[in-house]
């Protein structure tokens, strides 16, 4: 396709094994199997110091942060994966947000944010699957304007849900994260038509 949608996919989470960076690969299969051109990558490739804005203002945008930064303003949607820790955002996720929403010389400061299409998910070994964090994510970023999609989907007792390969035991769960990616592709190739 000529005019691929470009989408970045990302986990909140920093751990090595995350099922998060699991999940959120899936619905980059769904999307690129529907026409969109995926950028993964782990956020631990991008060190971010705790946001402050003095820092900022003695040091200006970190590296790690512009980088990020040129990489989000380079696609056009988003799939990120939500690990909830106790029942809200991690710690990680936040500070990603938090430092993408800083303006700049020529740069508004939602810049980043502005005009994106998303799709948020959750693994979590917990009943819920990471639910409850889920809705402070899409606050978050609907506030910030994000149209994140009103599908979303949340893997319970995620210990015992993935393959070795990384894909869903439950076909029809593995076909619901994939429709996510596949959602937001749909949407982007509709809008640039």
Known sequence: MANSPKI????????????NKKLVQIA???????????????????PMPLFDEDLEAQQGIPAAVREF??????????LIACPEYNSSITPLLKNVID???????????????N???????SASPGGFGGMRG????????????VLVIPQQ????????????NGSLKDSQQQQDV???GAKVANLLIKLSA
């Open 99 to 113: 430092w993408a929403s800083r303006p700049e010389p020529n740069l508004p400061g939602l810049a980043c944010f």
């Open 8 to 19: 970045l996919a990302f986990a909140g989470s920093a751990k090595e094994a995350s099922f």
């Open 134 to 145: 889920l809705v402070h994510v899409r606050a978050i970023l609907e506030s910030i304007g």
């Open 115 to 121: 005009n994106k299409i998303v799709a948020i998910m």
């Open 178 to 180: 994939e429709n996510l």
């Open 69 to 78: 930064k040129d990489l989000m303003l380079a696609h056009q949607g988003l």
């Open 153 to 164: 989907k949340s893997i319970s007792k995620a210990f015992e849900t993935f393959n070795e």
């Open 28 to 46: 980059a299969v769904g999307a690129k199997a529907a026409g969109a051109e995926i950028t993964y990558i782990d956020l631990r490739d991008f």
